[in-house]
């Protein structure tokens, strides 16, 4: 499919985004707990677990807040290293998979289904709040920013990983970028990348959220202040660490960042 040339070209559905975000999570929970076992059972465990444990605070016991767990790769990587882990998930169908993997990989988490823009924990509760691929899910980017920053402690800090996934809808370099890297990935391989505009529901939610206006991590680094963070760290491509050979092709025109923040 080709990118369509502007945004006005983007219907955007003005339904319930929220019903949108769980649907399509339900819908994605099986195969992306299937994703996330093949990480934890290759070079990716360790490389994952490093990169958080460098960039957490150093104590023997961390109070841990995974949110958007999802099947749960990040949570059961840190109760593997003997952390005290919470999981959020704003599905019911993510955190059955989180539990079953739990299981499986024979650790204890405390999971419960929450919206991320309102967290039902005390001020100052955890150590280390981490999450991956969610914050460009946020229907409300300051609320959820602001939560996080009340129920980390003092000396804690926040680790996320996210990426541009959909800035291609307003942003001409973006859209450009991304025309080229997938058709040197469809020369490369003979197939179409799967990370494609195909996925209609996800591309009319993309279209409405805030974040999908923003480059980042430059949008982080200039508004974390505003919510009570102090950018500790940040890494605008990490592509090289945690993908393939493939991946860092397919993901070329959105390459992984790190943003470390504390109080």
């Known amino acids: 499919m080709e990118l369509k040339t502007n945004v006005k ?6 339904t319930d985004d929220v019903k949108i975000i769980k649907d ?14 093949t990480e934890l059972e290759c070079y990716k465990h360790n490389v994952w677990r490093n990169i958080i444990l ?30 005290d882990v919470t999981g959020v998930d704003i599905t019911e169908e993510m955190l ?39 914050t460009w899910n946020l229907k409300n980017p300051d609320q959820f920013f602001k ?21 291609f809808i307003y942003d001409e370099e973006s859209r450009l970028k991304k025309q080229i890297s997938d058709k040197k990935f469809e020369c490369k391989y003979g197939f179409k990348s799967d990370h494609s505009i195909d996925e209609i529901g996800l591309l009319d939610l993309a279209y409405n959220l805030p974040m999908s206006k923003n480059i980042r991590p430059q949008w982080d ?19 090289s660490l945690v993908w393939d050979e493939m991946e860092q092709l397919k993901y070329e025109a959105t390459p992984m960042f790190m943003v470390v923040a504390g109080k």
């Open 9 to 14: 070209e983007y219907c955007g559905n003005k």
């Open 24 to 37: 399509y999570w339900s819908k994605r929970a099986y195969s992306y707990s299937k994703q996330n076992r």
């Open 54 to 83: 460098n960039n957490s605070p150093k104590k023997d016991v961390l109070k841990v807040l995974d949110i958007g767990c999802g099947p749960g790769e990040f949570s059961i990587i840190m109760a593997e290293e003997g952390h």
């Open 96 to 134: 059955q998979q989180a539990s079953e993997n739990a299981r499986n990989y024979n650790v204890k988490l405390n999971l419960k289904c929450m919206d991320v823009h309102n967290l039902e924990f005390e001020d100052n509760t955890f150590d280390l709040i981490i999450s991956r691929n969610v």
């Open 147 to 167: 939560e996080c920053q009340r129920v980390l402690k003092e000396d804690g800090r926040m680790i996320y990983f996210d990426a541009n996934w959909y800035t």
């Open 221 to 239: 680094i200039e508004n974390l202040h505003k919510f009570g963070f102090n950018v500790i760290a940040v890494d605008s491509n990490i592509n």
